[in-house]
């Protein structure tokens, strides 16, 4: 299927969508597979490559259970670092958590392994699985459908998900990924730093002529 979005709209619109998921709209397997299948195109650290896996989760009962050990944690974590987000941003992760269990799909993106240690090792690590994910939120948005990263229940809760879900010790999970159709198509560029104000020439710190 040929996108009719330019790549430049794809890549400059692509937002972390919390409040604007369709949760009544089924999400067909077939699109899911396909966005997967792409995402898979992206780059990775040589045999990391096959380390990769992707689990959807799509049972009712299932996505309760993963919602109830995510939440602890996030709303932990939104109490001590909600103040560093915009309200904007603090609202918006908040109605996710509320309405977490009813995003018809969950993709936990995990890879087969322990980073070896700090530095270079997890470096590739998770290096060769965040170009994947990304991607998938690009196909996703050019299909209609959205998601944003989340990483809560990393912190203290990804053995109980674990446990939920037969994952087994060696496997280290990295972000679970709601996922539905866009309820609008009106997404536009975020406010990002200037390209000068994050960017140096020929020496750190210096400013182009
Ligand atoms: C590594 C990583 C972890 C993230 N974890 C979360 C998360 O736990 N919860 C959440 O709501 N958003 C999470 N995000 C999404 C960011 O909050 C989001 O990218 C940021 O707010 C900028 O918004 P945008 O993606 O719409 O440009 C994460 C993004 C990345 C790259």
Not at 34 to 62: F, K, Y
Not at 85 to 97: D, E, F, G, I, P
Request: proline share 6%; hydrophobic share 45%.
């Amino acid at each position: 299927m040929m996108s009719l979005m330019d790549v430049d709209t794809l890549l400059t619109t692509t937002r972390s969508v919390r409040r604007k998921l369709d949760l009544d709209r089924p999400v067909e397997p077939e699109v899911l597979a396909e966005c997967l299948r792409i995402a898979l195109q992206a780059p990775a650290a040589g045999a990391l490559l096959s380390s990769i896996r992707w689990l959807v989760i799509r049972d009712q009962a299932t996505r309760s259970a993963v919602a109830e050990h995510v939440r602890e944690p996030a709303r932990a974590a939104q109490a001590q670092f909600g103040h560093l987000v915009s309200q904007a941003t603090l609202a918006s992760s908040r109605h996710l958590l509320d309405v977490l269990d009813r995003v018809p799909v969950f993709v936990l993106a995990a890879m087969i392994g322990r980073p070896a240690g700090p530095g270079a090792d997890a470096n590739v690590f998770y290096g060769s699985v965040y170009p994947a994910i990304w991607s998938f939120q690009l196909a996703l948005r050019s299909r209609g459908l959205g998601t944003t990263i989340t990483g809560y229940h990393l912190d203290g809760h990804e053995a109980d998900v674990a446990a939920l879900l037969g994952i087994p010790d060696d496997v280290t999970q990295v972000a679970l990924l709601p996922v539905a159709y866009l309820t609008t198509t009106d997404f536009r560029p975020a406010a990002r730093p200037s390209v000068q104000s994050v960017t140096y020439y020929e020496r750190w710190g210096r400013a182009q002529d």
